[in-house]
């Protein structure tokens, strides 16, 4: 029933499909993407942005919420700034992988869903100052112990092989001794 009501639709004949779990977005400019450091999880690691979709949300919403969650720290967004980014943004695509709906913008449409967001948001519980574009999201970031996402990070888009790791060994052992001498 709960599709029926997300899609409006009824078809005897249709294969109905399992709705997406989960939805996120993805910021790229088609050479890279903005991913997150999940510390706070049983093996932290670094993932894209996004989570659970919530009864009565839309993909959109669900994904909306979850971005300005993760980047901000602000739980509970206000749904008129989630309604604000859904009408003025255009995603470039959307893609569902599985469970997972991934809305797909540009990072000059992650500076425009910013300053849409400073409307909205006056201050963050991470940043001192409000970010104003993706440069002050990723450099001015001070996360607090309960962040979901504590560092943001721009990632080369290219394909792994998932049998190796995706961060060389030898990089994490210098890292470990970088945390030691500061």
């Given amino acids: 029933m709960h599709f029926l009501k997300r899609f409006g639709c009824f078809s005897y004949n249709a294969r109905i499909e399992p709705l997406p779990a ?25 993932s894209g942005i996004g989570g659970r979709i919530n009864h ?3 993909i959109k ?26 009408k003025n943004i255009k995603e470039r695509r959307s893609i569902i992988n599985g469970t997972y709906s991934i809305i797909v913008y540009s990072f000059e449409d992650l500076d425009k869903i910013i300053k849409i967001a400073a409307d909205y948001i006056k201050n963050s ?16 970031r001070e996360p607090k112990k309960r962040s979901e996402i504590s ?27 970088l945390r030691q001498t500061n």
């Fill in 22 to 46: 989960n939805a996120g977005v993805i910021f790229t400019n088609g050479t890279h993407i903005l991913a997150g450091y999940q510390p706070n999880k049983k093996k932290p690691f670094i």
């Fill in 56 to 58: 009565n949300e839309t």
């Fill in 61 to 86: 919403q669900a994904a909306i919420r979850e971005m300005l969650e993760e980047l901000f720290d602000i739980y509970k967004p206000p749904q008129q700034l989630v309604e604000s980014i859904i």
């Fill in 125 to 140: 519980p991470i940043y001192k100052k409000f970010p104003e574009n993706l440069n002050d999201l990723l450099w001015n």
């Fill in 151 to 177: 560092h943001l990070c721009i990632l080369p888009l290219v394909d792994h092989n998932n049998k190796t790791p995706f961060v060389d060994s030898n990089l994490l052992e210098d890292l470990k001794h």
